[in-house]
């Protein structure tokens, strides 16, 4: 019997941030006449953990959707790789980082040459880090002392995707999509053999451009989808508990349209990005030694502390507030759309029962002024949220932000009101002290000739004849001190057997 435990604990890392500037090259025969929208992203992440620092790395992506000015919608893509060093004592090589909470901040920086995009980028580390034993062993044939072990292994580490579908149908005649944004929010993870089941909700928000009597008209459709899939991961069995995040891989939105009839429909196709680590639950029973105490295992057990999670709770909240233009800016005619919208978790406690939650929305907000000319503006929104939660006797927490939705519009002209939708995931952790075998020393190998009697554990769905042929017994002396044997063992019956 072969076992390889390793126990896990979780520790939340101080948020990090850190800039990029990406440059754009722009073609000398492409004019911009107007900036639509920027979107900042981060895809093809990886960690790598080390003693006392992990490097987390991956790509920055961005997408400038804008009007040249023969009025034709396009778009400039770029990327930039990046690498950024994380700090804590308590990282080992062994460690497991689940990168949380990945948002992009970003703003125009010039656009003299070269389109510049300034971005500030933030994630929220959580660490795994293996406490405890890590032994690979084997019992098979041998009589040992009682002993249990009930412990947790981490299992593996998820880094995959999965595809998702959805269609916008209208009975507009479509002639342009101007801006299209969406993001993922999970509400159940689970564990089945080879896979992960996932349930969430896609919010996505699409902005295009129709005509009646020959006159342009943008509208705008909002539709919420219930997304419901199987990830095929092999490493994975119903024991496992996934702790996974999530994110929409921007830089693979695949958008086509199709017009019938003076209809549309619009279909997207997203990747979304699952990152995380699965726990899996494991148990060892070893049986009875009744003979020499030099062939026992041999254990050194310490007490280690560690945070185990107790339960998980979702939120939502709606958050709104103004914004005024400059005076030296035209009017505002039409809101077009909220575009990349994020939300960042500047603070969060628990106090008299009450979760608190400060942070900061921001989107780009598109709109026309009254010069019939598209216009952006860079929007931010600082909110305070907080709501009831059940967290008696509480060590630690981890919270998690995304907006769901995202509502503008203008008002005299001059203010832009704002409607956000956040939805909020709560991990709530418990410190725990358990007694982990810390050393395991095994003494000399038994054999058949060193003791009359032995003792074997039946392997699952081993039959009585492969029984006898693996302990070299005969089927009658299987069944002089062991009555009543099923052809078809379960698996775990103690054997006794007398040589």
């Not at 994630?123 to 795994?128: T, W």
Request: hydrophobic residues 40%; glycine residues 4%; aromatic residues 8%.
């Amino acid at each position: 019997m072969d076992f390889d435990t390793k126990v896990c604990f979780s520790k939340n890392i101080q948020k990090q941030n850190f800039n990029l500037t990406i440059s754009l090259p722009i073609d000398s025969n492409v004019g911009i006449k107007t900036i639509l929208d920027i979107s900042a992203f981060v895809y093809d992440k990886k960690v790598d953990c080390a003693s006392g620092k992990a490097i987390v790395s991956g790509k920055l992506g961005v997408k400038v959707l804008y009007v040249d000015q023969d009025n034709i919608t396009n778009t400039l893509t770029s990327n930039q790789p990046f690498s950024e060093t994380v700090l804590d004592e308590a990282i080992t090589a062994d460690c497991f980082l689940n990168l949380l909470d990945f948002g992009v901040v970003n703003n125009v920086l010039s656009q003299d040459g070269a389109l510049k995009i300034n971005c500030d980028v933030s994630f929220s580390p959580v660490l795994y880090l293996n406490i405890g034993l890590n032994q690979n062993q084997t019992f098979e044939n041998m009589i040992v002392k009682k002993s249990e072990i009930n412990t947790n292994t981490i299992a593996c580490v998820v880094d995959t995707n999965f595809n998702y579908s959805a269609n916008f149908e209208t009975k507009d005649n479509l002639t342009k999509v101007l801006c299209y944004n969406a993001h993922f929010t999970p509400s159940a993870v689970s564990c089945d053999n080879g896979f992960a089941l996932v349930e969430g909700k896609l919010f996505a928000h699409l902005v295009y451009e129709t005509s009646k009597d020959d006159a342009p008209i943008i509208k705008e459709m909002t539709d919420t989808f219930n997304v419901k899939t199987e990830v095929k991961i092999d490493t994975l069995d119903k024991d496992c508990v996934l702790d996974a995040c999530f994110s929409l891989d921007k830089s693979k939105f695949n958008l086509t349209t199709e017009i019938e009839d003076n209809s549309s429909v619009v279909s997207v196709d997203h990747t979304i990005c699952l990152g995380g680590v699965a726990l899996k639950n494991i148990s060892l029973d070893i049986v009875d030694d009744v003979y020499s105490v030099d062939n026992e295992i041999e254990t050194h057990t310490i007490s280690r502390d560690y945070f185990a999670c107790v339960r998980q709770e979702q939120a939502s909240e709606t958050v709104s507030g103004e914004l005024s233009i400059l005076d030296s800016e035209p009017a505002i005619d039409e809101i077009v759309c909220n575009l990349d919208a994020q939300a960042e978790i500047t603070n969060s406690y628990i106090k008299d029962g009450s979760l608190f939650v400060e942070g900061v929305v921001s989107a780009q907000t598109v709109y026309l002024d009254e010069n019939k000319a598209y216009l952006n503006k860079q929007t931010e929104l600082p909110f305070v949220v907080n709501t009831r939660i059940q967290a008696d006797d509480l060590d630690e927490f981890h919270t998690s932000v995304s907006v769901c939705d995202c509502k503008a519009k203008a008002k005299r002209g001059t203010i832009i009101e704002l409607e956000y939708g956040l939805c909020f995931a709560v991990c709530l952790y418990k410190k725990q002290t358990k007694e982990m075998i810390d050393n395991l020393t095994l003494g000399r190998q038994l054999t058949f000739e060193d003791v009359d009697y032995q003792i074997f554990l039946a392997k699952p769905n081993e039959t009585t004849w492969q029984l006898c042929k693996r302990i070299k017994i005969s089927l009658d002396d299987l069944q002089l001190f062991n009555k009543d044997l099923p052809p078809i063992l379960e698996g775990g019956e103690k054997i006794i057997i007398k040589r």
